[in-house]
């Protein structure tokens, strides 16, 4: 048996090679549409941590997502102070949603910016239950593209046998989103403290033979959570919720207070797919809901009121300017964020709890 000191040296030191700008353990912000921004991204990175971007789900030719994602990465590249001829990847990653019928032109649009910025990572989530070659082929697609500058492929999963089908297609990092976390995942599945182990021990019986990272996601807002992570077989752990109110982040004003007046996530963020409707969002096939804080629209689905009814009340609140019944995705860790801080001491602050909660816990013993 590998002993625990060991296994810890060998994750840090398959991130620090991969992600060289990083420090153990390693924290990541989430790919969080209408929050991340290369500010934020690359204020993670340059803290020691490993930012992303939103490349979104919208993948025609004349997608305005792919403009903005090119702006960005232009942005993050002078951020970075970074060259393309220096022979290493951008230190920032790109996320995309696939379950959008634009996908089949991801080759055409896409790949075009991702060899022209070359980032370090691209985070994979929700292809279609009807389209299953979507993920292989743009797993094997990016992988072979991207092998010119050391692209990592990673892909986030909600249960155990998305994670294996996942390994089977060649992804690099596997994200295991447990249902604790905020915005979207799968609607069915388990916490973080049951899915990493259980996908740990996936990675070890099934796959020896893979240089596959494991990375935790879900409920995780402190140095306490991302020690627990990496206790549970993680060799980086992924915050959304604490990023959010970050000061460079893109979230509005009434998210923000929302996050940092919610404590008791547990009971009061709830999982629905009803966050999405009543936004007229109904294009989220039905494997996948979301987690956001409890509003009035939900509390009056809980009563009996129809979807249309609950969609006018909505309209006429937006309208008027009144926020209560906006949608503020958020996980259950919502209560342990307090305060707005820069992102790269938010990434310092969690990264120096985790060593102090691992470093208390050796004295204990």
Known sequence: MIPVRRLATMAGSRMKSWFPKSSYPLIISAPMDFVTNPRLATEVTKAGGFGFLQGGRDFSPESPVLKKLDDQLTQARKLLQWEKEAGSPLSIGVGFVLYASSISYFSQTTTPILQKYQPAAVWLFAPSPTAPNTLPDLVHSLKAVGEAWGLKVVVQVGTVAAAREALQHGADVIVAQGTDAGGHQWASGAGIVSLVPEIADLLKDEFPEKDVALWA??????????????????????????????????????????????????????????????QGNMEWPDVYDGRAVIHPSYQDQQSGLSLEENRKRFKAAKDSGELSRMVTWSGTGVGLVKDELPAAVITKQVREGALKRIADLKSEG
């Open 217 to 278: 996601a879900g409920g995780i807002a402190d140095g306490r959570g991302v020690a627990a992570a990496l206790a549970l077989g993680a060799e980086g752990a992924v915050l959304g919720t604490r990023y959010m109110v970050a000061t460079e982040s893109d979230a509005q004003d009434f998210k923000r207070k929302a996050i940092l007046g919610t404590t008791d996530g547990g009971a009061n963020t709830v999982k629905s797919q009803l966050h999405d409707h009543i």
